[in-house]
């Protein structure tokens, strides 16, 4: 008897598990709320810096990564973005601490653990819990202030813009603006309440205890940069861009070169009526800005 | 026996040649044939497996939505819009077991394993995967 109550049980449950995985799979807002708590801290890190590599190395050649934002949600649009730029600002931050010379090139790209292993022996993989931390640092680090990879990030999020109106909203709203102000970043204009915060948010989740046990830990990192602070570092910017000596910080074509990324930027994101008059402050302002 | 097979995790074996299946070198022409034999021998499975009684419980694990070019898909699937494989494979991954899901978006990231070939599919999956897994 207690045999046969035990095999009903168990019979029980797995119609139960059945019917509870048949709902999940059905129900794409259950699914999306439940996925969204089943990927750990790390795993969503590391897809953000994969993300940041693939744009900064390939800018405008990342075409099926625009293609795969493309087809995702307004939500998809402005958490990609969202954690690309904060990373992007994490490499400013560096590039302000510890005023590294700005350079056209890299000579590490060449460096095979930079550009990834294409097609090679199967690779380890390391479960120090350091290993994002320190893959992080040494990525931003050899990436800072180049011009190349600075040049790399405006073309692909300039040819992402040009997708969709539903794309540029949620580019806008992700704050992708930010990326023309971080392209004169010099001595006088660090964009320090933008970096300043993003590199408190990360000191934060470093040192919040447990925070690999915790599958849906901090995720101030996937939110927007808001566009109260953008614009009150843009209206810095339109002034001291019109200062020469501010635009001698990039020699040669450097500055020209910048001005005119950064304008096809701004003109693909605000292209559209809609996206201009919910913006028009901002647009103003980043018009001043680059037609100084 | 394929009851078996099944019960013994052949389809979890599956899932990680899948993960690592890309960092396997062809770079000389023996690796090449190597690894394509390996590519071979796990179409055959799949191929015997989907002759058996539990094919549908065999559709519905994780492997046979991620890995395209191993697993055919059954009838019913291919009538199924294109824009679906972002969310099939984000359901996938959210049925696999967590550390396959680490292990894949780690050997991206390290292996770079996007490339920019337009035309190759596992690329166009190796972003999707990135764009999940950042959910």
């Known amino acids: 008897m207690i045999w046969g ?21 059905e129900n794409p807002l259950i699914r999306f709320n439940l996925r969204s708590q089943l990927y750990d801290q790390e795993i ?10 693939f744009i900064v190395l390939s800018g405008s050649s990342a075409r099926h990564l625009m293609n795969v934002v493309t087809l995702g949600s307004h939500q998809d649009t402005v958490r990609v973005f969202s954690g690309v730029i904060r990373l992007w600002l994490e490499c400013v931050s560096i590039q302000t601490h510890s005023a590294v010379r700005a350079t056209q090139y890299s000579d590490s790209i060449s460096s095979p653990t930079f550009e990834g292993i294409s097609s090679g022996t199967a690779l380890p993989v390391n479960e120090d819990p350091r290993f994002y931390a320190c893959e992080k640092a040494a990525f931003l680090s050899k990436i800072v202030n180049v011009d190349k990879y600075i040049y790399n990030i405006i073309k692909f999020a300039t040819d992402t813009a040009e997708q969709n109106t539903a794309i540029r909203w949620g580019m806008v709203e992700a704050g992708c603006l930010a ?5 004169f970043v010099n001595d006088d204009f660090k964009l320090s309440s933008l970096t300043d915060a993003v590199e408190k948010e990360g000191r934060k989740r470093r040192s919040k205890p447990g ?13 927007p940069i808001p566009s109260t602070t953008i614009n009150a570092e843009a209206s810095r910017l339109s002034i001291l861009i019109r ?12 500055f ?3 001005r005119a990324l950064s304008l096809s930027l701004v003109n693909n994101l605000l292209w559209n009526e809609d996206v201009a008059h919910e913006h028009v402050v901002t647009h103003a302002l980043f018009k001043k800005i680059l037609e100084a | 026996m394929a009851e078996t097979v099944l019960e013994a995790g052949v389809l979890d074996l599956l899932l990680r ?56 898909q059954p009838p019913g699937y291919t009538t199924e819009p294109a824009d679906n494989t972002l969310l099939d494979r984000g359901t996938a991954w959210s049925r696999a077991d967590k550390s396959c899901a680490k292990r894949r978006m780690t050997l991206i990231y390290k292996g770079s394993l996007w490339n920019s070939d337009i035309h190759d599919m596992g690329d166009m999956e190796t972003c999707m995967d990135i764009v999940e897994f950042t959910k």
């Open chain 1, 179 to 183: 990326l023309v102000l971080t392209a």
């Open chain 1, 44 to 53: 969503v890190e590391l897809a953000f810096l994969s993300t940041l590599k």
């Open chain 1, 256 to 258: 020209n070169t910048r």
């Open chain 2, 17 to 72: 040649v899948y993960i690592i299946f890309p960092t396997l070198s062809d770079a000389e022409a023996d690796d090449a044939s190597q690894k394509m034999a390996l590519l071979d021998a796990c179409r055959s499975v799949m191929e015997v497996l989907s002759l058996s009684p539990q094919i549908e419980a065999i559709s519905n694990h994780p492997v046979c939505i991620l890995w395209t070019s191993c697993c055919t």
């Open chain 1, 211 to 223: 925070r690999r046990e915790t599958p849906d830990a901090d995720i101030s990192f996937l939110t």
């Open chain 1, 243 to 254: 200062n020469a000596k501010f635009r001698a910080t990039w020699e040669g074509q450097r």
């Open chain 1, 5 to 25: 109550t035990w095999r009903h049980a168990w019979i029980s449950w797995n119609l139960l598990s059945e019917a509870l995985d048949s709902l999940l799979f």
